[in-house]
């Protein structure tokens, strides 16, 4: 993983997999800090981005992988390596949120330790609008999930 000390070397178009607002990924980006995952050939393959909350907690604002990338492990090693990071920073609390309709991130970062911690009703229909429909569901709350490092 690499810290990208300028943020204009950011992926965009990776954080756009994740997020449809390019509004709210620059507003976190100003904020943040971002990791890029590479491969073997010196290609960005995947990447999240990182903000403090408060002294005490951290929050992965955005996590993505290359469509071609997916499923090989790489979100897995990214969710570990903000675990580390941010405990090696003196975070002792690390939030990640989604969607009440991601059922394979909701999947994936309880297993990898974060707990369900609160639900924000109808915040994506507030923010992106109604109709929006994820596996079949409706995409309406943000379900934030922490885990205590
Ligand atoms: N459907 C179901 N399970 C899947 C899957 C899929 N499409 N892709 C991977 N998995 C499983 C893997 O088999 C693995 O499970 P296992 O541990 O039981 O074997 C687990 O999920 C971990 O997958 P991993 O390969 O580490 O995930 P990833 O590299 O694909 O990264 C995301 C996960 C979510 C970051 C990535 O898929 C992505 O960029 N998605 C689009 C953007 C996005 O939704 N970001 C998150 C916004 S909240």
Redesign the pocket.
């Known amino acids: 993983m690499k810290k990208l000390e300028n943020k204009l070397e950011a992926p965009f178009e990776l954080l756009l ?3 449809p607002s390019k509004q709210m990924i620059s507003d976190y980006l100003e904020k943040g800090t971002c990791f890029v995952a590479i491969n073997d050939h010196d290609d960005v393959i ?1 990447c999240y981005v990182l903000n403090s909350v408060s002294p005490i907690e951290a929050e992965i604002m ?6 071609g ?11 570990d390596h903000a675990t580390n990071y941010s405990k090696s920073c003196g975070y002792t609390r690390l939030d ?4 009440n309709s ?1 059922i ?2 909701l ?2 970062y309880q ?1 990898m330790g974060f707990e369900m911690l609160r639900l924000e009703k109808d915040y994506f229909v507030h923010h992106y609008g109604r109709d929006l429909l994820e596996n079949g569901i409706p995409i309406k709350h943000k379900v934030v999930l922490s885990k205590t490092l």
């Open positions: 997999l994740a997020d995947g955005n996590i993505a992988v290359e469509r990338f997916q499923g090989k492990g790489v979100g897995k090693k990214m969710l990640i949120a989604t969607a991601s394979f991130q999947y994936l297993k």
